[in-house]
């Protein structure tokens, strides 16, 4: 694939959506934080699943299933390398939210109890606050607030240390404000944090689509991100848990591909990423994600570091 210039005509020919007109004018879309618009070639992704080679993965003998699962678990792995990552710590989710929501039933519901604290920012988006109200209702323990410095609009470390304490047993924290774009000091926030043995959720849905990262590197216990906020259909996104710790986290849902056996005596649980799977995934989704994660890299490492630079575009 060829590196073109910055220019607008290169981005509408990217994004098929940006041919359309709104009151009269060529379309300019400002709210990707929201959601972004799909390239075409992970629109050609979702096109080619279903056109080509629909079928289920991980049952059947059939040569088509054997393709599905062939692509699916790579796209998996293609999303591991995105993050820097191993594989068996990817985990199919719908979304940030529900990956979120799997951290807390499965992970704290085991593993936090009354007189525990969970810190969580002030900055948060709902979806990584209102998960650990319920997992704090469900066991007893306190929801700690991390406050915003309102002249700042930052998380101040020095604030942060002050809350923590051997009672401390999970700090939630976004890696990127959805409000005020700050970027977290979280390479800080992980380290003090696992001072006093506590595990970092890090909500990473507004930063992987503007930073590389590194998850081998950051050392975060889990973090998580949406694939519609990266150029992916919506419906599709990933959790990635330190391998050790999903092992030893009990299955949330309960269904088809998250067993190894089931009878009416017993059932034997997969090990992870498939206990977490539970039911026919969204395998078109996957595939579009690791297309959408693909492209996303490239226009990370073109980014200009400085304001002045050109900016190219290669989809
Ligand atoms: C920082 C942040 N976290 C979590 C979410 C929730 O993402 P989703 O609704 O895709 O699960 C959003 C969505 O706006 C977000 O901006």
């Known amino acids: ?182 970027r977290n000091p979280i390479e800080a926030v992980i380290q003090k944090a696992h001072s006093v043995g506590a595990v970092v959720v890090v909500d990473g849905a507004q930063a992987v689509v503007h930073e590389t990262v590194n998850l081998s590197e950051l050392d975060a216990d889990f973090y998580v991100f949406s694939g519609h906020k990266l150029f992916a259909p919506a419906g599709i996104g990933a959790l990635y848990g330190k391998p050790s710790l999903l092992d030893a986290m009990p299955p949330w849902h309960g269904g088809g591909k998250m067993v190894e056996k089931v009878s009416f005596s017993g059932t034997h649980f997969a090990a992870s990423p498939a206990k977490f799977e539970a039911g026919t995934p969204n395998v078109a989704g996957a595939i579009a994600l690791a297309e959408a994660s693909i492209g996303t890299t490239r226009l990370i490492a073109l980014k200009p570091k400085s304001t002045s630079a050109r900016f190219n575009i290669d989809w």
């Open 1 to 182: 694939m060829t590196t073109r210039p910055f220019e607008i005509e290169a981005i509408r020919q990217a994004f098929p959506s940006l041919s359309h007109h709104a009151s009269q004018q060529p379309l300019v879309y400002l709210d990707s934080a929201a959601t972004s618009q799909k390239p075409k070639q992970v629109i050609d992704a979702i096109s080619q699943y279903y056109s080509g080679a629909t079928a289920n993965v991980h049952r059947g003998s059939h040569a088509l299933t054997t393709a599905a699962t062939n692509r699916f678990e790579a796209a998996r792995k293609t999303v591991a390398d995105f993050l820097g990552a191993p594989v068996r710590g990817i985990v199919w989710t719908r979304g940030a939210t529900e990956a979120l929501n799997l951290i807390a039933q499965s992970y704290a519901r085991q593993n936090v109890k009354a007189g525990d604290e969970i810190i969580v920012s002030e900055m948060e988006h709902h979806a990584n606050i209102v998960p650990w109200q319920i997992v704090a209702e469900q066991t007893g323990a306190t929801i700690v607030k991390w406050p915003v410095d309102p002249t700042t609009c930052t998380l101040d470390l020095t604030v942060f240390e002050t809350l923590l304490s051997e009672k401390t047993k999970l700090v939630a924290i976004g890696h990127v404000s959805n409000v005020t774009g700050t």
